[in-house]
């Protein structure tokens, strides 16, 4: 089986490290490729750059190749993910989703820690258009940017810890999923400090995509994602 | 005051009614600029189609030469509004909110009329996120598609109108909007032939938008739609 | 055009600078006609005197001599809307949603700072039954009383600013209602101390009553708000 | 124990009846005083005749001259209950809510059968208020007025039923209120049709009232319902 | 009449304690026979105890040899309801839901305080199911545990009131409801000390069961409880 | 890696079906225990026998010598999970929350088809108590109990694939749940003859319990599952 792990945005070490966290999640003879799209931020932290991702994640995931089983869109909080469903006729899961279900197996309310201020609404938006909005209990930030994350690898994780026990603590928060892509790896030293199990997006989509493609299921097309009606498009797509 | 009112798709003759149309419903002293996106579908219809629409606006009205003093986004149910909040610093408007609102005032439960069934659940999702959508009480199908309904205008107004009939009677429907921007100019006859308010989304836009300008309003920078951090951004814009 | 715009207690000197700031937001050509109801109390800060207010404010619209186009009700949080509602065929809007309105538009999340704290589930009651609550993360309190913020405006606008500022910190808050019909004028000042847009609901009322004039909308009379059945009426109107 | 229960409108025959169903299902010693607004509507159909009523109600209530226990306001989906919280210091018990509450405990899902389709959305608008609708299946009207209710008797129960069988079957009903004060008495004959318990508002209030009164509970003073603060009103109470 | 008060716990002091407080409640002429399982936990604290509490409260109510009007379930949020409503053909009220209902009919919001952090979530999901969480602001927790509350009673009012007093003044609770069944006696102390109702769940339960028995109502059977299909069970009823 | 997978009802048959359905899912080197439990009902139908299962499971699974690694509770619609989730240290995944979350991955909404009409209600209140209810547009019965969906599955494969397209044009649904554990094994039929997909509780629920496995995750111990505390239990386990 091979999984698309599709980073949102353009930054190259970092669909790097993505990919590696989606092979050690996933199954023996799963095969992670990592894409990264060729137009976009260098990271996802606000609405344009959303956007982008939509699109460029479309973009490369349209033009690679090879045949593929499913596709992972690995940013927390982006768009985009109706349009691959839409798209393709093989699975997809948005790391949003995926953590926020493993989260709701495991305990009566999440949380989500994530990076900047004004990345939470768009966490929340993508989580109530989910429907999974309601055993969330918060959407923190820590301060930091996407980018700053890998800066100093145990400052990161000591502030996602010290967030990680506020809600705990003032939200009645039983389970903590990591809201950022670049967050990936990280689950286990949280988990140790806090006591509390943490979840990872990556490795959660990549274990329910896989999942997905066993059970021979895929996305319905008698509605919302039937196939796009023939008509002219301009312009599109970008990087063909 | 000038305003952008923007077309999602890339059908010029349907840009042109819509500045009709928002002509029609603009106050003396208001220009309105129509805007057709420089790539994108012939009409939106869909997922990829929507997210294509947000950046093709969003594209046109960064490369637009002249000040302008708000934008309409003129696609019913389409993506793209939040990105456009983020990058200007003006007031925009969606279509699907402003008829929500609008009718919101004028009975207590509205119902929207489309044109394919595809593109109810896109409509379900951003009034969802508006919080717009309790006091929704149907959204239906025509099942005409967007470029039909310039084709035969009586068939198109019997066919809302039959379908607004529709929810008023099985809904509690009392206001219907027009769920297209390519509806805009037959509110009077549905309005006429059902005997409930029917609203315009692109007339509804145009009017809260020189609102909002005259009230000296514009989208608050405190969070979510703060200006873009600076960062390399890779292939955008498309079309400059 | 002309609208009135009914004060909900019967100050005078509140109902003329109610139409003061009507006034100065109301487009040239729309004649700003302030009404003060017959009875009721010098201010609405509870229940009894929100449904005498109700009356009232229906009281004094029903006996006014000359044409008008549109009805602003000019109480944050009162009842009455849907009386007038019915009983009119011009549009009428209530000054509390108005406000929902203009701040949705503007953010992601609005909040409201009114006077008393017994206010507050007014509030939060109309907007629920208006379908606005979604998006609003925060209904406080100034502990200033209606009358009291006439009195000393400087320390008016540094109580509402010191409030602002705290559920912009705590609640995700990014655009400010004022809420109450009193505190129209203060938007500017409240503005430029927080940084977030400021709404005035008179303003925002009279705003969305002229554009529903001039789209030709008002009340569907189809069911909610269809004229009363004739039936015999003991004691009303009032003032009669 | 005295309570007492006050109809609506000001129709006398409708508050006897009321008043026998009252007395009829009070507890041996509960004195049931009927009242009658001494202004309003002969029925209760509509938002004006709504607004008037709160009033009434109040008018009435407040100078009623002898000592009471709790009071019951007998309209189904009328305004009016809050005012009379915050005046008084004994329980106030809301027909629409009681049979709401009884409904609740009788199934897992009930449904309300009233009068004419325009007062559906009143009763709907009650109980969203008073978080009494998420297991509120269905509002449906039999499409006779509050008057015609009691001028054929038999008709008024054939047509009750096969409206509660309909939301039986379609809806997932399982118990059934009556919504109007005048259906009180009408609750054996529709239950023994349709093999669903039925609940009448008046005598599920007057039980509640009784309870309340027993346990020593009244409205809490601590903030909504506080006593109102000593100020100016003028013209009221209209009925001195 | 004779009501069953059924303990969820082994605890047979408990038992009296409430039967005592149900004994307080009921009017003359109701006997309480309080119940105890023959298997369970020594206090309900937890998801499996509450399970063990279903089938606990089940069993002993129908292995009780005389014939009874109704059943009150007096655990705050615990399992079971819904089996007995199946199993009967009287009325069956939980002290949970009971105290919610009081509570609404006395302010605008109300608040639980109840026993140990790790019920508040079963307490929130009893209410959840039951409809009426909309107007619950806050489920907090003492620390102490069940059996502790009658150790020490003052410190257990103390502890009470300090929680109680911090929800009325930071989430706008208005009214308190005792969520533990062994904190049945305490409500005037409670009262007393933070000037707002407090409602008792076994005392609201009871006056809830006298009134539906009084009005001759009971569980809907053409539905949800409507009686089990006859069926082999096999090592049930387990104390028989 | 070792997965109980514990049938609701005590008929063995139905055990070995769902085991083989469990064993299809999944993946190399996991081995499906079918579990039945020692006491309760031939079929779970109604809300005594759902209790009783809940207990049913936990007794079996907390008597099986061996160790294991997760337990999937195969009853649609079963209390108990919780109940698992806190004497167990593995994880613990419920087929009616399997389901619901797969079907979310697949499409806009989705759809439970289940046995017997009086068993939706405890389906609906499932999947509300698992957040998982928002994007469900309907669960409906096809009539046949537990027991005669094995009688004749031609004949059970007609009235599901009814049922299923019924819902998928009249109520937006795009992926089918079988509702009922006793399904299993018929999901190819009914998505050859609809066109949507369906989704199997228990293959669902095998995926996800064997994903959660390999992401080193279980159920969070820090409030609602923490350990029981140490009490007096008296009378259990039933079994042993």
Not at 86 to 97: F, H, R, Y
Not at 208 to 237: D, H, N
Request: aromatic residues 4%; hydrophobic residues 45%.
């Amino acid at each position: 089986m091979r999984i698309l792990v599709v980073n949102v945005n353009t930054t190259q070490s970092m669909t790097d490290s993505i990919a590696e966290s989606a092979r050690a999640a996933a199954a023996p003879g799963t095969e992670i490729v990592g894409l990264t799209p060729a137009f976009g931020a260098a990271s996802c932290e606000g609405n344009v750059e959303s956007y982008l991702a939509a699109l460029g994640v479309l973009d490369c995931v349209l033009k690679y190749p090879e045949p593929f089983d499913a596709v992972v869109q690995a940013g927390f909080g982006e768009h985009g993910r109706e349009g691959l469903q839409e798209a393709l006729s093989v699975p997809v899961v948005d790391i949003t989703e995926a953590a926020a279900i493993m989260a709701g197996l495991l305990g009566h309310k999440f949380g989500v820690v994530t990076t900047l201020d004004r990345t939470v609404p768009l966490i929340e938006d993508r989580l109530l258009l989910a429907g999974l909005r309601q055993r969330c209990a918060a959407v923190v930030a820590t301060g930091l940017s996407v980018l700053e994350l890998e800066q100093d690898p145990a400052r990161t994780v000591a502030v996602i810890v010290e967030k990680a026990r506020q809600i705990v603590r003032e939200h009645g928060v039983e389970v903590i999923c990591l809201g950022c892509g670049g967050m990936a790896g990280l689950d286990e030293a949280v988990a140790r400090a806090t006591g509390a199990p943490v979840v990872d997006g990556v490795a959660s989509a990549v274990t329910l995509a896989e999942g997905l493609v066993r059970m021979g299921l895929s996305t319905s097309k008698v509605r919302t994602y039937a196939p796009a009606r023939q008509k002219q498009i301009r312009g599109w797509p970008f990087s063909s």
